[in-house]
């Protein structure tokens, strides 16, 4: 696992260590001193602890004219016994919905697992943001399985055609209005 580094191709629009309204403003990053673990393994040192134990994140975008944020998460989501998605939305969430970010992009190809306990969060996440969304992109199957068995796709948009998605392909906007145009579909029917 300590090779998966988030996607850096898009430091030329965005670099959260380097925003002042982000929750990471000032973070510094070690290219050679791995510390942060999920279980026993090592992961990469770019990615942003958050307090979760299993969970680590990566904010690759955030735009507050138009009020999106692209989030790619690494690990195992398990709110059974750490409560991630309390952390993710106290330490995060709330955080950027203050300034005014009510659309989100939750890439999760490198979320191993997911682990539910009550929807209490989502639903609190999902009330914040009134005329914005949550989306999904790239879950593994039996993740986004996991997620439906337990109704929290109510708040989380899943699209399977966004499954085994490229986004790396879009910049950061182009990805946004793609995305943004599906799901306002969505909520139209």
């Known amino acids: 696992m300590h090779t998966i580094e988030p996607y850096y191709k898009w430091r030329n629009h965005y670099i959260a260590s ?18 942060n673990k999920i279980y026993n393994y090592l992961i990469h040192p770019q990615w942003d602890h958050f307090g979760s134990e299993t969970l680590y994140l990566k904010v690759l975008y955030t735009n ?14 398990n709110d ?4 991630d998605v309390m952390y993710l939305k106290r330490e995060l969430i709330d955080l950027l919905t203050k300034q005014g970010i009510s659309k989100f992009i939750l890439i999760g190809e490198n979320v191993l ?7 209490s969060y989502y639903e609190e996440w999902f009330d914040d943001i009134e005329d914005g969304w949550i989306l999904a ?8 399985q996991e997620f439906i068995d337990q109704n929290i796709d109510y708040y989380i948009v899943f699209f ?17 209005e793609l995305l943004e145009q599906k799901v306002l579909r969505r909520l139209e029917i």
């Open 80 to 83: 059974t016994l750490y409560n």
């Open 18 to 35: 380097e925003d002042l309204r982000s929750p990471f403003f000032g973070t510094i990053y070690s290219e050679f001193e791995f510390t």
């Open 137 to 144: 992109i790239n879950f593994q199957e039996h993740v986004i």
């Open 64 to 77: 507050y004219d138009l009020g999106f944020v692209i989030i790619e998460l690494i690990g195992e989501w």
């Open 160 to 176: 399977e055609e966004f499954n085994n998605f490229n986004w790396r392909i879009y910049s950061p906007l182009k990805l946004f």
């Open 113 to 119: 697992n997911f682990h539910s306990s009550d929807d």
